[in-house]
């Protein structure tokens, strides 16, 4: 069959992302794009997605498997393809948090050592987003903050950054492994974006202060005050997002 007869399809334009077409398509594909810049646009950012999600998790992959996870090692020339498989489902979907966190201490709770994981995984899916980075926007603040904070059962509040050079885009629900879980994202005047990440049900965690974890290239300054955990995630050198998540802690404490 033809595929130059064949309209362009959204499972092409997937593909296309992937790099998974034959080279006639994909240039079939390239001049689809070409001439609709919206919908080059769009594949761009799934391509940008891409990028930083191999950034965040292939470290992760080229790991050793733990010995606990193929006691029958003799099998060695399949189980390990499929572990890989299972290991990189889990990572998308952002259920692991256990032995996945690459350096995280082993007598860190749980929660707490999930946190910084989940927001990174947060922050790259969503920050490269250009049509529709968040649900609610900046001019809609009082209703988003109403309405996460009724999904999260607890007083969330969207920080102003200005005086660090951010101002709020908006914000998402999100879902946790425990419940749900809300995102603002922060934009400065050159398209440098940074996410708070918010989750509540820390039952019985005390407050703690700021910790450090870097996910690939992404960035994550993290603590728990009451009931709620935080998390600062970005591109940024250290210090300089260590500076605004002092901003985001003491407006969140005024």
């Known amino acids: 069959m033809n595929n130059s007869t064949q309209p362009i399809q959204e499972n092409d334009l997937h593909a296309y992302v ?3 077409l034959d080279p006639a398509r ?16 769009r594949i761009q950012s799934y391509q940008q997605q891409n990028d930083m999600l191999h950034a965040l998790f292939d470290p992760v992959a080229a790991e050793p498997i733990p010995l606990a996870m193929h006691p029958a090692a003799r099998r060695r020339s399949f189980m390990p393809i499929m572990r890989y498989a299972t290991v ?7 259920g692991v948090a256990g032995w996945l966190i690459h350096g995280a201490d082993s007598a860190k709770p749980a929660y707490l050592a999930s946190l910084p994981h989940q927001a990174a995984i ?31 059962d607890a007083n969330v509040h969207a920080p102003h950054l200005t005086e660090a050079g951010y101002q709020l885009v908006g914000g998402r629900l999100l879902p946790g492994t425990d419940g749900p879980a809300a995102q603002f994202m922060y934009q400065d005047t050159k398209g440098k ?11 019985d965690m005390r407050e703690t202060a700021f910790r450090f974890e870097q996910e690939g290239k992404v960035g994550v ?34």
């Open 221 to 254: 300054f993290y603590w728990v005050d009451g009931p709620i955990g935080y998390a600062l995630s970005g591109e940024l050198a250290k210090p300089d997002l260590l500076l605004v998540a002092n901003v985001v802690y003491h407006q969140l404490n005024l």
């Open 88 to 94: 990189a489902l889990w990572m998308v979907l952002g």
């Open 26 to 41: 994909m240039a079939e594909v390239k001049a689809y794009l070409a001439a609709h810049p919206a919908e080059a646009e």
């Open 122 to 152: 947060a922050h790259v899916v969503y920050t490269p987003e250009v049509l529709h980075p968040v649900e609610v926007g900046a001019d809609q603040e009082a209703h988003l903050v109403k309405w996460l904070s009724k999904r999260l």
């Open 193 to 203: 974006r940074l996410t708070l990440y918010v989750r509540t049900h820390v039952k």
């Open 18 to 20: 992937d790099g998974q």
